[in-house]
């Protein structure tokens, strides 16, 4: 019941009653309620598989998609959904629930439109953490360091450590990042030491011991901005001294500049290589994901065949997915009676 005493409303002062303090507005929660956030994720789930499950092509659109087809008009592969209250209960869960979830319990910044999927990801993941002392040792790399420090003098000191997703900037391509994961602890960790009650924070000078205590389930990678491309690999190994975990891609993001012409028409939610008289619109990403009829586009609420221009490279900012082999059978079921590939690019 801790979280009732947390509620709050908005206080405000009444100029017409003599400057009296009102209570304004609906109350609001200042902290989360128990498993708060395992549930908005289940609830999620649960709306996402009804909505997938019923959003194959359905036969009485197929004149619809004909009629698409012989114009060209749209690339599009996937009609509607079916069912679309289905599809409002989703949108529901994910615009009304978990985002403004992020809002209240992570950053302001979630209010408005556009953001940072790598840092939603995380925001998340440290949630899930938060609230279930497992689900770190099942989705964060976990390592026990022996390292010195920048800031503090002596040592060796160790410290177990917790990380939800690696950091790349394609100089390396995936894999050899994994081959050298004391790099990787070393650019994203800092000293956990407390001195007199404040935490060090600075650079790990030097790593003596790095050992993974487990094989993650899952591992993310964001991209950085303004880095380089690296090709994306289907599947990655992680080698822990004798011990070998096969990894295979389950999602992409594709993160890119949109365009106006120069007539301020918009060349839409797509990726499209600039022509000089273009003009900058804003930033846009949506997710390549493995399903049943291999990966697709999913973008803004219609299912695509993958653009090859962005297929093999992975673009700035973007999140690259991969589960242990033995999870490889778990794909969402998309039915894809009809394909239409679009022929011009735009
Ligand atoms: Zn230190």
Redesign the pocket.
């Known amino acids: 019941m801790s979280h009732l005493l947390t509620m709050v409303q908005r206080r405000t002062i009444d100029r017409n009653n003599g400057g009296a303090e009102v209570l304004k507005g609906k109350p609001f929660l200042l902290v989360e309620p128990e498993f708060y956030w395992t549930s908005q994720i289940f609830d999620l789930c649960k709306e996402y598989f009804k909505a997938s499950s019923v959003g194959d092509v359905p036969n009485t659109n197929l004149s619809v998609l004909a009629a698409r087809i012989s114009k060209g008009s749209s690339p599009v592969q996937s009609s509607d959904y079916q069912n679309p209250r289905t599809d409002l209960k989703l949108d529901k869960c994910l615009i009304k629930n978990l985002c403004t979830s992020l809002r209240n319990f992570c950053h302001g910044g979630y209010s408005k439109a556009g953001g940072d999927e790598r840092k939603a990801l995380q925001d998340i993941m440290y949630k899930l953490a938060s609230e279930h002392t497992d689900f770190a040792d099942h989705f964060f790399f976990n390592f026990e360091i022996s390292f010195v420090?920048?800031?503090?003098v002596g040592g060796p000191?160790s410290s177990k450590f917790s990380f939800p997703v690696i950091y790349a900037d394609g100089k390396k391509d995936f894999q050899n990042v994994l081959n050298d994961l004391d790099n990787v602890c070393k650019s994203q960790l800092?000293?956990p030491?407390d001195?007199n009650g404040v935490i060090?924070?600075?650079t790990l000078r030097n790593l003596f011991n790095c050992n993974l205590l487990q094989f993650p389930d899952m591992i993310f990678f964001v991209m950085l901005i303004n880095e380089e491309k690296t090709k994306i690999p289907e599947s990655l190994e992680l080698c822990v001294d004798d011990n070998k975990q096969i990894y295979t891609r389950l999602c992409s993001t594709n993160r890119f500049q949109c365009w106006f012409d120069e007539n301020k028409k918009s060349y839409g939610p797509f990726y499209h290589k600039p022509l000089p008289t273009d003009i900058k619109d804003s930033w846009h990403s949506y997710p390549s994901i493995l399903t049943s009829s291999g990966f697709l586009d999913f973008n803004n609420g219609k299912v695509y065949v993958c653009d090859d221009r962005l297929a093999d490279e992975t673009t700035a900012g973007s999140t690259h997915i991969y589960q242990k082999d033995v999870y490889n059978k778990y794909h969402p079921d998309v039915d894809t009676d009809i394909y239409l590939i679009p022929e011009v690019k735009i």
């Open positions: 420090c920048r800031r503090c000191f800092s000293c030491n001195r060090c924070k600075g």
